[in-house]
């Protein structure tokens, strides 16, 4: 078992950053990607960033790409999400996802560990 906890999220305005994490803990060896996934009221959910942790490749949703930066801390077994440039549309609560499987990248339906989420605002 994998246990998740988000932090960082809050209110912004467009153009502003910010900066979330997720604490991994429990049975960290297993994972193969670690993500971060958003979802917005009416909805569906969406991959916004992952990376594969046992070689550091990292995979971006067109909609982030060049604006947010996905890294992981083994030392520390902490994912982040740099977010800069917010928009308006980037506001949705945000989940820090991890899973087994070894070719899942933005696929959510593969991640089967998830955290509570954060929320991020962006205002115009």
């Known amino acids: 078992q994998v246990q998740l906890v988000e932090s960082g999220g809050g209110s912004v305005q467009t153009g502003g950053s910010l900066r979330l994490s997720c604490a991994a803990s429990g049975s960290t060896r297993s994972l193969y990607f670690m993500g971060w996934f958003r979802q917005a009221l009416g909805k569906e959910r969406e991959g916004v960033a992952a990376i594969y942790d046992r070689g550091g490749s990292t995979y971006y949703s067109d909609s982030v790409k060049g604006r947010f930066t996905i890294s992981l801390d083994n030392a520390k077994n902490t994912l982040y999400l740099q977010m800069n440039n917010l928009k308006p549309e980037d506001s949705a609560m945000y989940y820090c996802?991890?899973?087994?499987?070894?070719?899942?990248?933005?696929?959510?339906?593969?991640?089967?560990?998830w955290g509570q989420g954060t929320q991020v605002t962006v205002s115009s």
């Open positions: 996802a991890a899973t087994s499987i070894s070719f899942s990248q933005l696929s959510a339906d593969d991640y089967k560990y």
